[in-house]
């Protein structure tokens, strides 16, 4: 999860880490200003979602890359794998 400044290159910002580290996002989900305009002046706020498939270690990698992008205000990495003994 990404709450970032909505830039017209953020997209590709956020991919990027993505390609370096060979990781395949299985789904994206950008929400941006309501009103779909993006004033230069003042950007607002954009907010994606990008669920992914990969190991620990490199999801935390993806993430510090991701969080200490200028335009991103704040990130989360929020982990969905499960025990299979919890099962």
Known sequence: ???????????LRLLE???????QPTRLRM???ADGVIDM???GQM???IAFTAPVE????????IDVMVPVRSSHLVST???????
């Open 1 to 11: 999860m990404v709450e970032a400044d909505a830039h017209p290159n953020l997209m």
């Open 17 to 23: 880490p993505f390609a370096v580290h060979d990781v």
């Open 31 to 33: 929400d941006g200003p």
């Open 41 to 43: 002046a003042d950007l």
């Open 47 to 49: 907010r994606a979602e």
């Open 58 to 65: 490199v999801a935390e990698r993806l993430w510090s890359r």
């Open 81 to 87: 794998a499960f025990s299979e003994a919890a099962a």
